[in-house]
């Protein structure tokens, strides 16, 4: 099968996931030799087919652990874009029809003041760039079947975005001591702590996970961009969401925020 008809095929697929809220079979089946740019490929297909209008505004990043990355078989994580519709208030609930297989992660989020430049972009662009941080709480979703996924999968299915949600009390890095030494806790309205972890699991720092965004998207043609966000990556492991609880997520010198699903 002709690349083109494959990523065509891929792209279709997903499409007709989401729309029928159904979940489809991966679309690696389709990639015998499948690699991260054809997950990209299916990826831009299916905003473009999808997302015509829509406001762009933001990035996120995922695979930013090692552990998940052996898992996946890469050396890299990735990155989805994210849209003005997908993101709902704090403790505002979440529509059970928006998501097929919903699960939470608590992530440290950045909001640009500035465009940050072509390649290569260093650490020191970064903090320049970056207006404030909030607590974040992204709700990852896939079209995957039972979230039976390869690196093409997820890629291709926009990184797994769902929705997200950022927190009120936005802060400056200045402010911060360290991020990565940044405490995480996801609590449950059932009273259990669901997850846990520091900024130190985002790729030694979420700084670090934002300036291999920059990078990677700058390659790609599309650099980031002021008053964009940035979802920089999970502190911790990925909850499935039990429907009719709400997840908080509270991260030192950060403050929380709440994710709340209809029952």
Not at 153 to 168: E, H, I, K, Q, Y
Not at 204 to 216: D, H, M, R, Y
Request: charged share 20%; aromatic share 4%.
């Amino acid at each position: 099968m002709p690349i083109d008809v494959a990523h065509e095929q891929a792209a279709q697929r997903l499409i007709d996931a989401a729309a029928g809220g159904a979940p489809c079979d991966p679309i690696r089946d389709l990639f015998p030799a499948g690699t991260i740019d054809d997950g990209y490929a299916v990826q831009q297909l299916v905003i473009e087919r999808t997302r015509v209008g829509a406001r762009r505004v933001g990035r996120k990043i995922g695979l930013t652990s090692a552990a998940v990355q052996q898992q996946m078989g890469v050396s890299t994580p990735d990155f989805g874009v994210l849209f003005a519709d997908m993101a709902i208030g704090d403790a505002e609930p979440v529509p059970r029809t928006r998501l097929l297989q919903p699960r939470v992660e608590a992530e440290v989020a950045f909001v640009l003041k500035r465009d940050l430049p072509d390649r290569p972009v260093i650490t020191s662009d970064v903090l320049r760039a970056t207006d404030f941080v909030v607590a974040a709480i992204e709700i990852v979703d896939s079209r995957i079947k039972d979230w039976s996924i390869s690196i093409v999968d997820t890629v291709g299915d926009n990184a797994s975005s769902g929705m997200f949600v950022l927190g009120g009390t936005p802060r400056r890095l200045r402010d911060i001591d360290d991020l990565r030494a940044c405490e995480m806790s996801l609590v449950s309205s059932a009273g259990e702590t669901v997850s846990a972890g520091m900024g130190a699991a985002c790729l030694g720092s979420p700084i670090n996970a934002v300036v291999w965004l920059a990078n990677a998207v700058a390659e790609r043609g599309a650099p980031l961009q002021a008053g964009e966000v940035i979802l920089s990556g999970s502190l911790g492991p990925l909850v499935t969401v039990q429907r009719g609880l709400t997840y908080e997520a509270t991260i030192t010198g950060l403050g929380s925020v709440r994710a709340s699903f209809e029952a």
